[in-house]
């Protein structure tokens, strides 16, 4: 008989997840990699050794597979979010009601740890349906699992991320990369140290029942962040100022076209800053050092320079 421990990965084929599941394997963990789309995940299963990474069909809006998810487990990771509703309501149904889903299940299975990722400005009062259902999220999971442990990162940044390369995408196509709400402040923080602090709050009994925001050593506007992304490009395109009343109306429009590059409750998010409250225990509360930008987003930026990466 298999004595080794389980734990169970939800949406472990996104972008944080592969990074997660990598550290898990590496720890002897058996991981059962939740997804929807379990051929989507196929790619997981070398991270580990034969057998010891299993993709497992199990939506958040299917109760009995997410039971079969967690049943066993000595571990749950919840790390399913969206930054944009391909339907109405889904911020709800994934962020709020999946995640309660989850905790409540992983509590009646006995289930260890479990592991919550949320996001900074996570407010159940928030007038922006992807805070809001964030914020409700933490509370349904603080309801259903106490003991729960939640992380709350700011934008997530590697090889793989959704942020510097689209606006490196971005300036390779267009003469001008858009500035808006260019004073808002964030604070990236790199994909391994988010990995990490979820290997971290697994193996110290002090995590339970606490909440932990994520940020980086570099708190740069947005202004700033788009001027990096145009320097370590060599595009050097114009950086265009985006009047408020502008961006409302392009979102208005955008969030109906396929890929959804602006919506407007993440407009409403752009005009609040993303960094780590004072007082909030970090990285570095769970012995972490924070990796700066300039040490790995160069890395991936150089696909698009001119001429390529060698460039």
Not at 59 to 73: F, N, S, T, Y
Not at 136 to 142: H, K, P, T, Y
């Amino acid at each position: 008989m298999d004595t080794r421990r389980i734990a169970t990965v939800f949406g472990a084929s996104g972008f944080v997840g592969r990074y997660v599941v990598k550290r898990l394997a590496d720890a002897g963990y058996v991981v059962r990699a939740a997804m929807r789309d379990t051929e989507a995940g196929a790619f997981l299963r070398p991270l580990g050794s034969v057998g010891q990474i299993v993709p497992l069909y199990a939506p958040l809006d299917h109760e009995a597979a997410i039971h079969r998810a967690v049943e066993g487990a000595d571990v749950v990771i919840n790390l399913v979010g969206i930054l944009a509703e391909r339907r109405r309501g889904d911020f709800d149904r994934i962020q709020h009601v999946g995640a309660a889903t989850v905790a409540r299940l992983s509590a009646s299975c006995g289930v260890r740890v479990l592991v919550q990722i949320s996001a900074i400005g996570a407010d159940a009062s928030s007038a922006s349906f992807y805070a809001r259902s964030k914020g409700m999220g933490e509370a349904a999971v603080r309801a259903a699992f106490p003991a729960a442990t939640i992380l709350r990162p700011s934008i997530v940044f590697g090889a793989e991320d959704q942020f510097f390369n689209r606006f490196g995408s971005m300036a390779v196509m267009s003469p001008v990369l858009p500035v808006i709400e260019g004073a808002t402040r964030f604070q990236p923080v790199f994909v391994g140290d988010v990995a990490a602090a979820v290997s971290a709050v697994i193996d110290d009994p002090a995590a339970a029942g606490r909440t932990y925001e994520l940020g980086g050593p570099d708190i740069e506007s947005f202004r700033d962040l788009m001027t990096y992304i145009n320097t370590e490009t060599g595009r050097h395109r114009t950086l265009m100022a985006v009047p408020r009343w502008l961006a409302t109306i392009q979102a208005a429009v955008l969030e109906h076209l396929p890929g959804k590059l602006l919506t407007s409750d993440q407009l409403m998010l752009l005009r609040r800053d993303n960094v780590v409250a004072e007082g909030m225990p970090g990285l570095e509360a769970l012995g972490i050092t924070p990796t700066p930008i300039r040490l790995v987003v160069p890395s991936y930026l150089r696909r698009y320079r001119p001429g390529g990466k060698n460039k």
